[in-house]
């Protein structure tokens, strides 16, 4: 079943031409179901790629999912344009009236502060509290799921010395989790973060338990099955140029950064990069659309009540 975005919205275009089955207003009004609201709060500084990204996973689903594009009222963003932002996206307080059966939280480029210093996370730490009664169930991503774990779980994060970088191979510590069916024993996922979340500050907290870690990165995958939650530090989600855009942006600003870790063929920052990760992408998304809806009530203002 197709996705369910605005007809004008820039990723559209882009799922139609990769065969993301897309589907409009008309259409959907069309089908005796009912879809799955799916929010997306969308704290990365390229809103349309990690939008576009996200849409990407969702819309592989059999099932109709409608997603609604939701920005933190405290904060405005400085690399999209005002244009995109008030087409295509609503304030919390525009939404924290509605339910919904899925909602995600994104990473953002801050995680080097400490979470009391992000100017709007006051707002924030007021949505982690609302996703408790108005959503179903909650994926947070990279430096949301940190803040999550931490708001929620009291987990620290800490710094590293040098940034985890690169595409790390992972273990599958629970093949019985319905997120991780169909999830090979190792696989790759990128990472690219500074700072990292440990198993013994995340073993304190009773109602976590973690789903995949690395050798290399430490935790990726964390699941609280009362809240319904999971917790992904890392960027299953990422393009397959995504680490090299990163890359190529520090270089040319003159940072110092090692090219990503496992990432270009043969280690040549020439070659053309090679996703080795979207099938697990695709099984994590999938697997957590496939337990909202197993899940959820069909009267969707049934939810948390």
């Known amino acids: 079943m197709p996705i369910k975005i605005p007809d004008t919205l820039p990723a559209r275009e882009t799922l139609i031409g990769e065969g993301v089955a897309v589907m409009s207003d008309s259409d959907a009004i069309r089908q005796d179901i009912r879809p799955l609201h799916i ?9 349309i790629r990690t939008e576009t990204q996200i849409a990407r996973l969702i819309g592989a689903s059999p099932l ?7 920005m933190v009222g405290g904060h405005t963003p400085k690399n999209t344009s005002q244009d995109h932002l008030i ?12 339910k919904f059966d899925g909602f995600i939280i994104t ?26 009664t108005h959503v179903h169930s909650s994926f947070f991503i990279c430096w949301g799921a940190m803040a999550a774990a931490y708001h929620f779980h009291g987990v620290p994060k800490h710094t590293l010395g040098e940034k985890a970088f690169g595409v790390f191979r992972h273990r599958n510590l629970d093949p019985t989790s319905p997120y991780l069916s169909g999830f090979s024993d190792d696989f790759q996922i990128p990472v690219s973060r500074w700072t990292e979340m440990r198993a013994a500050d995340i073993a304190k907290a009773p109602d976590l338990n973690i789903l995949m870690d690395s050798d290399f990165t430490g935790p990726c995958l964390l699941s609280d099955r009362k809240a319904r939650s ?7 989600e990422y393009d397959s140029t995504s680490l090299k855009e990163e890359y190529d942006r520090d270089v040319a600003a003159g940072k110092p950064i090692k090219p990503p870790h496992g990432y270009f063929p043969g280690d040549d920052v020439t070659a ?13 998304f999938g697997n957590w659309i496939n337990q909202v809806y197993q899940t959820v009530p069909y009267d969707i203002e049934a939810i948390r009540t």
């Open 39 to 47: 929010g997306l709060l969308n704290l990365m500084p390229n809103k």
């Open 230 to 236: 999971l917790y992904c530090f890392n960027h299953i």
């Open 64 to 70: 109709q999912i409608e997603m609604t594009l939701v």
């Open 272 to 284: 053309e990069p090679q996703n080795r990760w979207r099938s697990h992408a695709h099984l994590l």
């Open 107 to 132: 990473g953002a480029p801050i995680e080097t502060l400490p979470f009391e210093d992000v100017t709007y996370w006051n707002e924030l730490t007021e949505i982690f509290e609302w996703t408790r």
């Open 87 to 98: 087409s295509f996206y609503q304030n919390w307080e525009a939404v924290k009236h509605r």
